[in-house]
Nanobody, 123 residues
């Protein structure tokens, strides 16, 4: 079993910043990819960013240059630094873990998921 616990969401004005954190615990793969997805009301859950075991990073076009994903030294923690936030970034943000980048973003049903944290950006 894998548990993912997110924190760091909240309310921020447009142009502001937030940092999300996610800690993984339990039994999981010897090497794995962690990432972030988000889901706005009435919309599908979309990929935001991912970081591999070897520290390669991937971003959705909508957040490139504004968001930065990173891992803690213990590698079971992932952060998402969100700068220059826009009202369109408002969503529930979910942490995810999978065995590879391809499985993280394509076979999402096999991902481990956190409970989500709300990010609200006011105009």
């Amino acid at each position: 079993q894998v548990q993912l616990v997110e924190s760091g969401g909240g309310l921020v004005q447009a142009g502001g910043s937030l940092r999300l954190s996610c800690v993984a615990s339990g039994r999981y793969f010897s090497s794995y990819v962690m990432g972030w997805f988000r889901q706005a009301p009435g919309k599908e859950r979309d990929f935001v960013a991912a970081i591999t075991w070897s520290e390669s990073t991937y971003y959705a076009d909508s957040v490139k240059g504004r968001f930065t994903i990173s891992r803690g030294n213990a590698k079971n923690t992932v952060y998402l630094l969100m700068n220059s936030l826009k009202p369109g970034d408002t969503a529930v943000y979910y942490c995810a873990l999978s065995q590879s980048y391809n499985s993280l973003v394509t076979t999402t049903a096999s991902n481990y998921w956190g409970q989500g944290t709300q990010v609200t950006v006011s105009s």
